[in-house]
């Protein structure tokens, strides 16, 4: 089975803190992504990433950046925390299913900026 | 326009019954994928069902079928005999493009699905 984690699944950050968030997955897949979840958007495409050190935007990249340094790891960076990233945030990274290539997500990090 | 469109926020359905969740989709590309994918409380995202925009048939995967109506461009899931784990969010998903080559996902806001006893 596929197993895409994430580092915590609940995080309390102060405004102006650098937070990381981690995701490892450990199926050997190129390309992950981070997602945040909020009631009534939906996901919102945050970054992704195709390849190690290779790294494009999403939809809403400001306030964000990333790192992917090995081919598991993908890691999310909010450089200075603002009560308006209070979010969840997902990680996903994409492979064979069955029939197509599908998004395997990890558990989530619930995030609160206070 | 919004790519994906869930009209649906909330729905309550009774146990045993079937239920349909709506999802309408917006593009110009051709080759497409539609994903449903379930939320459930604890918060794990689970691939459910998919319909290529090419794909003769209607996507069937257990209880779950896609009643997808190209010309409409609308790809509703349909739940049969629904049970009481069934109770989750649930979301609708486009990949444009070709299988290979663009991996994105466009999400709809989400159905909040709850089964009734």
């Known amino acids: 089975d596929v197993k895409v984690t994430q580092s915590s699944r609940y995080l309390v950050k102060r405004t102006g803190e650098k937070v990381f968030l981690e995701c490892v997955q450990d199926?050997?897949?190129?390309?992950m992504f981070w997602y945040r979840q909020d009631p009534g958007l939906g996901l919102r495409l945050i970054y992704f990433s195709y390849d190690v050190k290779m790294k494009e935007k999403g939809d809403i990249p400001e306030g964000y950046s990333v790192s992917r340094e090995k081919k598991e790891r993908f890691s999310l960076i909010l450089e200075s925390a603002s009560t308006n990233q209070t979010s969840m945030y997902l990680c996903?990274?994409?492979?064979?299913?069955?029939?197509?290539?599908?998004?395997?997500f990890g558990p989530g990090t619930r995030l609160t900026v206070t | 326009a919004q790519k994906i469109t869930q009209t649906q926020p909330g729905m309550f359905v009774q146990e045993k019954e079937a239920v349909t969740l709506d999802c309408t989709y917006d593009t110009s590309d051709p080759s497409y994928g539609l994903f449903w994918y379930k939320q459930p409380s604890s918060g794990e995202m689970i691939f459910l069902i998919y319909q290529g925009s090419y794909d003769q048939q209607n996507a069937t995967e257990g209880r779950y079928s896609l009643n997808f109506q190209k010309a409409r461009k609308s790809a509703n899931l349909v739940i049969s005999a629904s049970q009481l784990g069934d109770s989750a969010m649930y979301f609708c998903a486009m990949r444009e493009g070709s299988n290979f080559g663009n991996e994105k996902l466009t999400f709809g806001t989400g159905t909040r699905l709850t089964i009734i006893p």
């Open positions: 199926m050997d897949h190129e390309n």
């Open positions: 996903a990274s994409v492979g064979w299913g069955a029939l197509v290539r599908e998004q395997y």
